[in-house]
């Protein structure tokens, strides 16, 4: 990954500043803002809050195109001069969307095969959002004319700080199974492998009788009486990424063109369920990392999923500081039911997230909805206005957010590695595999869940990432591997690291074949085990597993009969389908140790094999503190600052002392947090 930052470009006046912001300015804190839904005179308003708030920075135009342009011959900016030049006056940075997420609908009216299709061939039409087909052209150039208008518009335009292009790209036309799909789908197949028969070859496609004599004659996985081929499953994923990004890419050169000193993001959705983008090959076309994050109301661990994501994005933006460009106040409008959160909670979430590296803290939406889709969705400003708890909160975060503006640009290390890949995420999930519950994302975050409790740093890597440095690395499910892949996670344990790999590993290589010979595939070697047949298991079963060190252990999901070849055994299965076969195993290998588990293990015995993996790592929590208290270090050149953040109902303590930035009092060890608090403390490295 190359990507060079280049931070948000922050104007003469911009309010909110303080006179000890660290290496990115103030920590930017904002939100989506829609003034269109919203007469003038609101606007005023607006920007008199804005202040109160102490918001230096706001998303505008992300849902304009309609009112930007509104027929094909006719454009109208004035109305959003007004809003950038009233946003500028009151010193806030505005963060410009090129427009182009929800077309208007003159274009899908004279338009409609630009329209999305789902796999059951049902056309997505006008009046949501995002009704586009990644793969048309009409859309394409209705797009960029527009980018074009905004980028000639407003380059110099002094509260420009910022492009943000399209919204959530893929948010919900990811995979469109249209026409025009299947023709750029075909494109896409012919550039990968330039003739029929290295094509066929990859797709194997004389299984079934599945044999292409042309191009025309492949299509998208569009249902199918049966599963459909898993090559072109895979391979569409990957298509459908990348036609994502062509899009992005074509945008992205417009407002180069027009503006090469003005940074460059689009906000991605590192979060639970959404794997429709491979951000890994995205990064190095962006001048800066950013995410939405919400949270699901139905996880009682949900802060953890938050920091896995966050921590995601930051790996992704190669540990350099990141946005968060959108989260909640309190409650989303898109879930089963929408809970509204706890008082403290928002201070929690948001500081959460500045701890794991965000130097942005903004929100879905600046002021909420009257009406539309989105009407209970939260704000900062809520339909009950500044006399509401939520606004005390908004206002009081604000200030916050001033108090810590020194630790924007700092950065956090972290010994252990997990890798993360979009790519195996599509690949370990397809349908017709030895079991179906198996769920790739679940299974990272639960070692990462095991690292968290033990509150020791991890940085979430994309394939192909710079494994130097650290010292542990975990690759859980990575059922898909390149040769490069094993040999990366070889050199890296051969130089001293601990690397530790899950079941379905290294079984396929990047066409969805197997590697022949026994099981786990490509990291055989590597691990020291073989094993000749998958023996996974049925919803409610468990097995159970002993070893001399670790003690009794439960698995599920999942077990295999492990052989060592020259791996140690750590662990056995004493039931179960592989009852008498070794479950886990650590294999020499240079001046390092490759770790195997075989089976998906409960939270109890993922801890005690990441104690053992960081304890001969000799990796430990920097910073001790009582349970349920997250601790994360950021540093700069010279101090470092301790984020101590209480999730439990009771009052906990830090083993740490410095100057408490939130209160600006000194404080010996250990530090008290109340319950449900945060502390943020500065002490030199
Ligand atoms: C995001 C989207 C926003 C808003 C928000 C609601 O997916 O970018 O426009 O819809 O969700 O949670």
Redesign the pocket.
Known sequence: MQMTQRWIRWPAGTHNRTPTEGRNGPIAFGG?YNPEQWSEDVWQDDVRLMQEAGVNLVTVG?FSWARLQPTPDTWEFEWLDRVLDLLHEHGIAVDLATATASPPAWLTTAHPEMLPVDRLGTVLHQGGRQAWSPSSVVYREHSLRLVEKMAERYASHPALSMWHVS??LG?HNGRCYSELSAQGFRRWLRERYTDLDTFNRAWATDFWSQHYGTWEEIEPPRIAPSFSNPTQQLDFARFSSDALRDQLRAEVEVLRRHTPDVPITT?FMVMGHFKEVDYGTWVDDLDLVSN?H?MMAHDPEAHVELAFSADHTRGLAGGQPWMLL?S?TSA???QPVNTAKPVSQLRRNSLTHVARGADAVCF?QWRASAAGA?KY?SAMLPHAGTDSGLWRSVVELGADLQRLAEVSGSTVDSSVAIIVDYENWWAAELDAHPSSLLAYRQTAEGWYRSLWDANIPVDIVPRGADLTGYRVVLAPMLYLVRDADVAALDSFTRAGGQVLVTYFSGIADENDHIRLGGYPGAFRDLLGVRSDEFRPLLGEQQVALEGASLGALTGTLWSEPVVPTDAIVLATYTDGPSAGFAAITRAARGEGKAWYVSTELDAIGRRAVVDAVCAAARVTAPIGATAGVEVVVRRSADVEYVFAINHTPQEGSVAAAGTDLLTGQVRPAPVLIPAGGVVVLRRPQ
């Open positions: 989506d992300v919204n959530e948010c906000n939405d919400y959108e909640s989303v409008s898109w879905f989105e969705h």
